[in-house]
């Protein structure tokens, strides 16, 4: 069976560089306008002709988002947008807007299309147009079910790649075209700049009676109405690769490095252990991804509809149950010491995980460390300093450290 494409998500040039490192065959990136994550760093044309000519020297494709809902201002700019991502050498344009999709046609013939999943695609029919206008990849609906998709998947051409989304958050709104963000704050979801107020707290108040308000009641932490599960199919990878999906997505461009690179690993094994024919769920592929930032995980469409195991509300809001307290960037030989820089605070005596590239590395105490001056300190308080932590082996760039028994305390929080 063919290598299935893992897809993770580049927030920036960092998430990128670790993604590439924890095993992505392709990364999605947006620049500063355009796309549908404006609260992610995203980049400059300068920083992304450098993100693509890093992911092109590690043998790593890059997709641009193009996929906001294109008014007709907005038009006034594109064209030299589109210009610009192909002479930056961009291997694909992810597109949701027609009037976008037709000027890039017309400017760029070549130039390969995904349709993203914010156009709604949930049938063949629907893949085989997009297919004649030339697109060669559709980012299916996230409400289709796997026996729909396998369905979809006989009746396409064999050429026309399906792009699902195995892991990240769910919209509450079909295909994530929700109004709630623009109607309240004036921040366009459809432009990138949701609000999520799908996650706020709501009270009912009576006509008669407007002072009155009554809370929604849920559960002692609140009332989520509208809050859907993250999903999470890293046990259901035979399923999804079986079902015929090319390319797994991993949702999180907004999220942090320490998220991508667990989601990266993860899902980079669990599909290459399907394909050798090895395939079991393995723990630590549930523990990386329990110890990111997340909610309630479930299986989003794929099995259920909603009605019939309430699997789009989720019973709290974000769980955090590790804290990442540094990334590995280099390694000091003579002193056996790997060089960190800092994300959050530990002190001597601290049980610290380790989340690597390469393999799997048993716990460490955080003893002897040493500032940027090599001067003994028994704890990091200052955001980003550089210190060195003794190690039993080298631990890998771009290697994670995070404080151990957070996982328990997030849960009581």
Not at 192 to 206: I, L, M, N, T
């Amino acid at each position: 069976m063919k290598r299935v494409e893992i897809l993770s998500p580049a927030g920036d040039m960092e998430k990128l560089k670790v993604v590439i490192a924890y095993g992505a065959d392709a990364v999605y990136l947006s620049g500063k306008t355009f796309g549908l994550r404006a609260g992610s760093g995203n980049f400059t044309h300068g920083e992304m002709t450098e993100a693509i000519a890093y992911a092109h020297a590690h043998g790593v494709l890059c997709y641009i988002t193009v996929n906001i809902f294109a008014h007709a201002k907005d038009l006034e700019t594109l064209d030299g947008e589109i210009l610009f991502y192909k002479e930056a050498g961009a291997d694909a344009l992810i597109v949701s807007d027609a009037g976008i999709f037709r000027r890039i046609r017309a400017l760029c013939p070549d130039m390969e299309i995904h349709i993203s999943t914010q156009a709604s695609v949930t049938n063949a029919e629907g893949c085989l147009f997009w297919y004649e206008q030339g697109a060669r990849r559709i980012v299916l609906a996230r409400e289709l079910t796997l026996a729909e998709i396998a369905d979809i998947r006989k009746k396409i051409p064999e050429d026309l790649k399906l792009e699902c989304f195995v892991h990240g958050a769910m919209c509450m709104a079909y295909s994530g075209r929700c109004l709630l963000s623009n109607y309240f704050t004036g921040r366009n979801a459809n432009h990138g700049e949701c609000a999520q107020p799908c996650r706020w707290k709501y009270q009912v108040s009576e006509e008669k009676r407007p002072d009155e308000p009554l809370p929604m009641e849920e559960d002692d932490r609140g009332t989520y109405l509208f809050n859907s599960r993250d999903i999470s199919m890293i046990e259901h990878v035979p399923e999804m690769i079986e079902a015929g999906i090319d390319s797994f997505k991993i949702e999180g461009r907004i999220k942090g490095a320490f998220y991508a690179a667990s989601t990266t690993k993860a899902y980079r094994e669990a599909a290459d252990a399907y394909l050798s024919g090895a395939f079991e769920t393995r723990t630590e592929w549930k523990e990386m991804l329990e110890r990111t930032v997340h909610r309630v995980f479930g299986t989003g469409f794929y099995y259920d509809k909603p009605a019939d195991k309430a699997q789009i509300f989720a019973e709290n809001t974000y769980l955090r149950p590790a804290f990442v307290a540094g990334m590995v960037t280099g390694y000091d030989r003579a002193r056996g010491m790997a060089i960190i820089s800092q994300r959050n605070k530990i002190s001597e005596g601290d049980i610290l995980e380790v989340l690597s590239p390469e393999g799997y590395f048993p716990q460490i105490t955080a003893a002897g460390m040493l500032d940027d001056k090599f001067n003994p300190i028994v704890s990091t308080p200052r955001a980003e300093m550089t210190y060195y932590l003794p190690v039993p082996e080298e631990l890998p760039l771009y290697t994670f450290i995070s404080r151990a028994g957070d996982k328990d305390q997030a849960r009581k929080v």
